[in-house]
């Protein structure tokens, strides 16, 4: 493994940073939070990261055992990108990282990009572990032309690309946008309910439940 500029300090904090403190390194890791991915798919989501530097990033993942490649299904000559089960434990502390930033999003940021992934990974950084839904039931997210699930089975949550095995008690649709300013608390559901920008149908009482679960209810208006 090459050496690594480091901070010549003896702190778990620091050696982190070494390994996923450079720019662009944590955006890379939120795209493979979402889902292993070929390289040339993800500079379409990071504009303005260059091949050369995104390969040495990938590297350096590599090297430390957070990322491997891997081949994909269906293609014997094609290489994924993917999380190893070190880089799966950089899930929720990068969901936290997501929901505390959601504090500094304003106006002028939602004129860059976004997309149906983004969206949904702002639901994931709010929901509460502490405030899970008593039974076990799944929530149906539409994220622009995307569906994501969140299933709540055993006192556990779980997130997937796609429908659930079974019926979703709730199915809420929004555009990526709509959805990253709830999160941000610059929107709140009851507004964007009536401008037409969120939409839910299903049981209200399971909606209750997942507006506790994401942290919603006293979101201001």
Not at 48 to 71: D, F, K, S, Y
Not at 107 to 125: K, M, N, Y
């Amino acid at each position: 493994m090459a050496r690594k500029r480091d901070y010549g300090q003896f702190c778990g904090l620091a050696a982190g940073l070494t390994v996923i403190g450079e720019r662009w390194t944590m955006l890379i890791l939120r795209e493979l939070l979402i889902g292993p991915a070929r390289f040339n798919e993800l500079p379409p989501n990071l504009p303005g990261i260059g091949p050369n530097l995104l390969a040495e990033r990938l590297r350096t993942l590599a090297e430390h055992g957070v990322i491997e490649q891997h081949a994909v299904p269906g293609d014997g000559r094609g290489k994924q990108y993917r999380l190893t089960e070190r880089g799966e434990q950089l899930r929720e502390p990068i969901l936290a990282l997501a929901h505390w930033g959601m504090q500094f999003l304003s106006e002028e940021d939602s004129a860059g990009i976004s997309r149906a992934e983004w969206g949904f990974l702002a639901v994931q950084a709010m929901i509460s572990a502490a405030d899970l839904p008593d039974r076990d039931e799944n929530y149906e997210f539409r994220v622009g032309e995307r569906i994501f699930t969140v299933e709540v089975a055993d006192g556990e949550v779980h997130v997937r690309r796609g429908s659930g095995e079974l019926p979703p008690a709730i199915v809420i649709g929004a555009d990526p946008e709509t959805f990253i300013r709830i999160g941000a608390r610059m929107l709140s559901p009851f507004d964007a309910i009536i401008t037409g920008g969120l939409k839910i149908d299903g049981d209200p009482d399971a909606i209750q439940r997942c507006v506790r679960m994401l942290r919603l209810s006293t979101t201001a208006s």
